[in-house]
């Protein structure tokens, strides 16, 4: 029974692939009026997943290995994963699954017409008709005592608005206060540096040095393309693919994007091998996903040690810092400057942004906001939590791909990140006591092998709860995260 479950599973599996493939390519290369029809196409295997995870066969497998005892972890994990997914879907009528797909797809494309012409009205029905989608979701799911939190557990398993309105909370609280210190401080940051003209060769030549550094593999297991808004994609373990923007008037933006996205990455090709073909050959949730792209981008990628191996190789690449010093870049690339843009925004202001998305998501979902007042909301939050306005739709309510194919309960994923990955380093830095030391001469090979050890291998074995615990001893807390970012800041703006 075993091998056949595997055997079907395996099968899922490919279609998922598939679908991936087209869905990266609807991204990367499809002409804009081919995108109805690639979104017909993944609204018929849409429609073919639909059945295969809902099929008799599969309550089959799910009755048999729930009666059988000592699963092995592996197993235990494969059954509770197609479990929960037969139970969901096999609750959702097939023509919406596959009509939801369809209409994805189409506002997908709508969103990058819209933001390319900056123009929300272009973007509004169909965004309105993904949140009405969304509501339908909750409806037919059910949740227990908030709706919004049965789309969370969708990326995020065992989540729930309680448990982020706490942590959140807390985080929102540390960085006001900060932000306040900072405020006071004499010190002056320089970083018009950066916004001179950087060439899309040079850019992109450096930012591959970096990642052939950090270990992601994208000449024989990936590739970096662009794409409005960068995404990493992956269709098992051997090909994993990123994304990103150029800007030629700002040399952080893709360099920044690219070590983030790669950190995904390194995370999917660094899963067992044994897991191809059971399902949980991915990562366990998206929080402990964004744990490693902002590892990678923030703790290590904004690091001083990390810019006293890099720093010396962008000066030979770019005339621009000739006469910039290593501590006036180090401190540029971390300066605190309440902005617009949450994939540019400080490392510490960044998590404001975030929080503004999850209570508007929450808002649309429980229906306290309306679609067509979702601007203002927006704009209001913005002037409340960082004391910035946008004038334009594009900086605004369309600067973000994900709620236009209907991926609401995902934005939490980047704050808990942040969480998650400031707790795993407390552990790392006990288990490679010279880490800072190897870090500043360019060596990640053991920072790469302790995390595929502690998290990549292991894909979606175990629930992000479970593997937070496993790795740490603790649950979940915000604490080591506040804590991080107070040392880092104050001693960039010589707090006291």
């Known amino acids: 029974m075993l091998s056949e479950f595997k055997e079907y599973v395996t099968k899922i599996e490919y279609l998922n692939s598939a679908m991936a493939v087209l869905s990266w390519d609807a991204m990367v290369n499809t002409p804009s009026k081919g995108k109805a029809y690639r979104g017909e196409i993944l609204g018929f295997l849409s429609g073919e997943y639909y059945k295969l995870i809902t099929d008799d066969k599969v309550k089959v497998f799910i009755d048999y290995f729930n009666n059988e005892s000592n699963l092995d972890d592996i197993t235990n994990a494969m059954v509770k994963k197609i479990e929960k997914s ?45 949140v009405d989608y969304k509501k339908k979701f909750v409806d037919y799911l059910s949740f227990e005592e908030n709706k919004y939190d049965t789309l969370l557990d969708m990326y995020e398993p065992g989540i729930t608005v309680k448990k ?103 995370y999917e090709q660094d899963i067992s091998k044994d897991l191809m073909g059971t399902g949980l050959a991915e990562g366990t949730s998206m929080g402990i996903h964004e744990s490693q792209s902002r590892f990678y981008e ?66 649309l979902i429980n229906d306290e906001l309306k679609v067509e007042d979702l601007p203002t909301a927006w704009n209001k939050k913005y002037k409340d939590y960082l004391g910035v306005e946008p004038s334009s739709d594009a900086d605004g309510v369309l600067q973000d791909m994900h709620w236009s194919d209907g991926s609401f309960g995902y934005f939490p994923s980047y704050a808990l990140g942040n969480l998650y990955g400031a707790q795993m380093v407390k552990i790392m ?10 870090i500043s001469q360019g060596n990640f090979s053991d920072i790469h092998n302790w995390l595929k050890e502690n998290v990549h291998k292991h894909g ?21 995260f506040i804590n991080y970012l107070n040392k880092k800041y104050s001693e960039i703006y010589n707090l006291v």
């Open 86 to 130: 037969y139970n969901e879907i096999k609750k959702i009528p097939e023509d919406f699954y596959i009509q939801y797909t369809v209409d994805a797809s189409i506002s997908s494309a709508a969103w990058e017409e819209a933001k390319n012409a900056n123009d929300f009205s272009i973007f509004k029905p169909h965004l309105e008709k993904m």
């Open 164 to 266: 982020l309105d706490e942590v959140f909370s807390e985080v929102r609280d540390a960085i006001v206060m900060l932000l306040k210190k900072i405020e006071t401080s004499d010190v002056s940051i320089q970083t018009d540096f950066f916004t001179k003209y950087f060439s899309k060769n040079d850019q992109e030549e450096f930012s591959k040095f970096i990642l052939s550094k950090l270990e992601y593999d994208f000449i024989s297991r990936g590739r970096i393309d662009e794409s409005e808004h960068p995404f990493t994609t992956d269709f098992g373990k051997d090909d994993v693919r990123i994304t990103t923007h150029y800007y030629e008037n700002d040399f952080r933006s893709a360099m920044f994007g690219c070590i983030h996205e790669g950190g995904h990455a390194i």
């Open 298 to 363: 923030n703790i290590l990628g904004r690091s001083k040690e990390f810019w006293s191996y890099f720093y010396p190789e962008a000066q030979k690449k770019f005339p621009q810092f000739e006469s910039i010093t290593l501590d006036q870049f180090y401190k540029a690339i971390n300066k605190v400057e309440p902005s617009l843009i949450r994939i540019e925004a400080d490392e510490l202001t960044y998590s404001l942004h975030v929080i503004i998305r999850y209570e508007l998501e929450k808002m």
């Open 429 to 438: 830095e006990k288990d490679i006591p010279n880490l800072y030391t190897q």
């Open 460 to 480: 979606a074995v175990y629930k992000p709860a479970e593997l937070i615990k496993k790795i740490t001893g603790e649950e979940l807390k915000s604490e080591y």
